[in-house]
């Protein structure tokens, strides 16, 4: 825990005070030990989306299947958990299970675009079979216990799916619809199509929540000017490697002084987490070094330091690196 630090910057008044921000989820990333850990050390966001949980056949969700949501494991930014299903009765067993752990509101994820995952029209690969989305949503609806928010992509292969959609959702009482405007083609690649985002927020009669590269603060500050009716915005992959954008954006100052001893602390504390959890060293140094994906994105010239980083072996050799690269290499773009 850190509270002074985000006591620290949360102090200012905000210039934003209207907008919510949203974790993005990012299965492998984003897990309860990260939400919390990045709401104590860089605050900014006001509540996150959790990686997916896919559904079982079997109707019998044991609690240890949702463990990443436990309300106990998730005090530090509120949470809604996110279900990947394409069966309707499958999804309607894990909603309720999740709102009789006192959630009031899940996601359906209608925008994963893996192969393994889109190929069985799952995520982004049921975007095209509105009938099939139309049927799940006529069964679940009725049947489910709390509310629901969908997370969709523009389409599989092109934008026109979400044109066909998105009329159909608002027949639903959804509580928003997340929007990334990217095919499942593009996977996480290439140009945003904000002209289709356009088109989808105008045809669209519930809340909208904006999603997919907002790396900088400019970068947002130039959608929030294009998009003056969305107040709702979630940014994945950024967070990461500029973990300091959330309060960038929800203050309206780039504010923060020893940036890289915040980011030091930050991941010796996320270190220290996953190796009281985590079973055994090797998951430790999988996970940790997995992080630096995205960790190294903002430091310049730091191949050589992240090489030895990756070759370490042992969790107290990968810490003593990871801190003597902050210590002494670790240059901010
Ligand atoms: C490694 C990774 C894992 C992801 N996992 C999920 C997930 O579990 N559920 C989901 O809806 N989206 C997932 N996404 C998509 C992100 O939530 C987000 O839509 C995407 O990264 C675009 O936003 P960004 O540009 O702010 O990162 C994932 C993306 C990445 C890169």
Same mark, same amino acid.
């Given at each position: 825990?850190?509270?002074?630090f985000?006591?620290e910057m949360t102090?200012?008044?905000s210039?934003?005070?209207n907008?919510?921000?949203?974790?993005?989820?990012l299965?492998?990333?984003?897990d309860y030990?990260?939400?919390?850990?990045?709401?104590d050390?860089?605050?900014?966001f006001d509540l996150?989306v959790?990686p997916?949980?896919?559904?079982r056949?079997d109707s019998?969700?044991k609690?240890k299947?949702?463990?990443d949501v436990? &309300?106990?494991? +998730?005090?530090? $930014?509120?949470?809604?958990?996110q279900?990947?299903s394409k069966?309707?009765? !499958?999804f309607?067993? =894990?909603?309720?299970y999740?709102?009789?752990?006192?959630?009031e509101?899940?996601?359906?994820?209608?925008?994963c675009?893996y192969?393994?995952?889109?190929?069985k029209k799952?995520g982004?690969g049921m975007?095209?079979?509105?009938?099939?989305?139309?049927?799940f949503?006529?069964?679940?609806? &009725?049947?489910i +216990?709390?509310s $629901?928010?969908i997370?969709?992509?523009?389409?599989?292969?092109?934008a026109? !799916?979400?044109f066909r =959609?998105v009329?159909?959702?608002n027949?639903?009482?959804?509580?928003?619809?997340?929007?990334h405007?990217?095919t499942?083609?593009?996977r996480?690649?290439?140009?945003t199509?904000?002209d289709?985002?356009?088109?989808c927020l105008?045809?669209?009669?519930?809340?909208?929540v904006y999603?997919?590269?907002?790396?900088?603060?400019?970068?947002?500050?130039?959608?929030?000017?294009?998009?003056q009716?969305?107040s709702?915005w979630?940014?994945?992959r950024?967070?990461?490697a500029d973990?300091f954008?959330p309060?960038?954006i929800?203050t309206?100052?780039?504010?923060?002084?020893?940036?890289?001893?915040?980011?030091?602390?930050?991941?010796?504390?996320l270190h220290e987490?996953y190796c009281t959890v985590?079973d055994?060293?090797?998951?430790?140094l999988?996970k940790?070094k997995g992080?630096?994906?995205f960790?190294?994105?903002p430091f310049?010239?730091?191949?050589?330091?992240?090489k030895?980083?990756?070759?370490?072996?042992?969790?107290?050799?990968?810490l003593h690196?990871v801190n003597?690269?902050?210590?002494?290499?670790?240059?901010?773009?």
């Open positions: 825990m850190n509270a002074v985000v006591a102090g200012n008044e210039p934003m005070e907008m919510t921000l949203y974790m993005a989820p299965k492998g990333f984003t030990l990260f939400r919390n850990t990045f709401a050390y860089f605050g900014g996150a959790a997916f949980i896919s559904t056949t019998k969700i609690r299947y949702v463990k436990w &309300p106990e494991r +998730n005090t530090r $930014l509120p949470v809604i958990p279900i990947l069966s309707a009765r !499958d309607t067993v =894990l909603a309720n999740l709102f009789e752990l006192g959630y509101t899940v996601n359906w994820n209608l925008g675009p192969p393994m995952v889109a190929n799952r982004s975007l095209p079979h509105t009938d099939r989305i139309h049927h949503l006529d069964h679940v609806i &009725p049947r +216990n709390g $629901l928010s997370k969709i992509r523009l389409g599989w292969e092109t026109d !799916d979400s =959609l009329p159909i959702l027949q639903y009482p959804l509580t928003e619809l997340i929007i405007p990217r499942g083609l593009q996480y690649d290439g140009e199509d904000l289709a985002f356009a088109q105008a045809l669209s009669t519930h809340p909208v999603n997919g590269d907002i790396r900088t603060a400019e970068i947002f500050n130039q959608l929030s000017l294009r998009f009716d969305v709702r979630m940014i994945g950024w967070c990461l973990p954008l309060h960038n929800k309206g100052k780039d504010d923060i002084r020893d940036k890289i001893e915040r980011m030091k602390r930050f991941h010796a504390a987490q985590l055994g060293p090797g998951h430790v999988n940790m992080l630096w994906k960790f190294s994105l310049s010239d730091c191949n050589k330091a992240l030895k980083i990756k070759k370490a072996t042992r969790p107290d050799q990968y690196l003597r690269f902050f210590d002494t290499q670790a240059k901010l773009r």
